[in-house]
């Protein structure tokens, strides 16, 4: 297709989002619960990769860059996410710890916002998730310097047989610069698509003791 057609598609096509709708007295007082319920129904929706997500990172000087991650982990004190730290969102999370990050499913319409801070999640935690991943993707960990230019993908196949032949009948350990990022999410707003484009968006801004609930105009 030419710009044209696909620009003419993309102006014609209209979609009406009706499914479902979202209200104050329905959704958890817990954003953190809310939007467990709402990835286990993406889940129960066979949504492909429900838990990706993707995340906005902004250097030093406020550029912005976004990718998509897995989410591999809610529990009450954030969202996990795991990465190379030398990689350009893990460098760029350590100058500038601001994170926004974004769920769509458009199979329900439906898509989440937060914004918050990340931390670096503990060794602990990050060997866990480590030792569990396939050997082949611990050794992947070590062979990709994540977002460094390589001369040929040649070159990045050698690399992953030399660290094959290096772990050889050993265990792989957690390379030091890969790990968790622990998100502390401050705000959350979940999105549902309504008739008329007068979508439902509730949100949560967390206080100083708790979460305040609101409602935006779409
Ligand atoms: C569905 C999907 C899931 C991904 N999951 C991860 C992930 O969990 N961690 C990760 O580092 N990269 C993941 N990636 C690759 C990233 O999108 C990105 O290419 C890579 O992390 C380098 O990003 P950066 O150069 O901005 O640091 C995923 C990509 C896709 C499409």
Excluded: C
Excluded at 42 to 68: C, E, F, H
Excluded at 109 to 125: A, D, F, H, L, N
Aim: charge should be negative; avoid cysteine.
């Amino acid at each position: 297709m030419a710009f044209e057609e696909v620009t003419n598609y993309i102006n014609e096509v209209r979609r009406d989002f009706a499914q479902k709708e979202l209200n104050e007295s329905a959704v958890n007082a817990n954003p953190f619960e809310q939007l467990g319920n709402w990835i286990e129904e993406a889940i129960n929706a066979q949504i492909l990769d429900p838990y990706a997500m993707v995340i906005s990172t902004a250097n030093a000087d406020g550029k912005p860059s976004s990718r998509v991650v897995y989410l591999r982990g809610i529990y009450t004190e954030g969202l996990v996410f795991y990465t190379n730290y030398n990689s350009q969102k893990g460098k760029e999370l350590i100058e500038n710890p601001q994170i926004a990050l974004n769920f769509f499913w458009g199979e329900v319409e439906r898509q989440v916002r937060i914004e918050g801070k990340v931390e670096m999640y503990s060794t602990e935690g990050s060997d866990k998730y480590f030792d569990a991943r396939p050997r082949e993707s611990k050794i992947g960990a070590w062979a990709s310097s994540q977002s460094e230019e390589i001369a040929s993908k040649e070159e990045l196949t050698k690399r992953f047989e030399e660290f094959q032949q290096k772990f050889d009948g050993k265990e792989v350990p957690r390379p030091p610069h890969w790990g968790g990022f622990l998100v502390k999410p401050t705000y959350f707003e979940f999105w549902q698509g309504r008739p008329s484009r007068l979508h439902d968006r509730i949100f949560y801004q967390k206080t100083e003791s708790n979460w305040k609930l609101g409602r935006l105009m779409p």
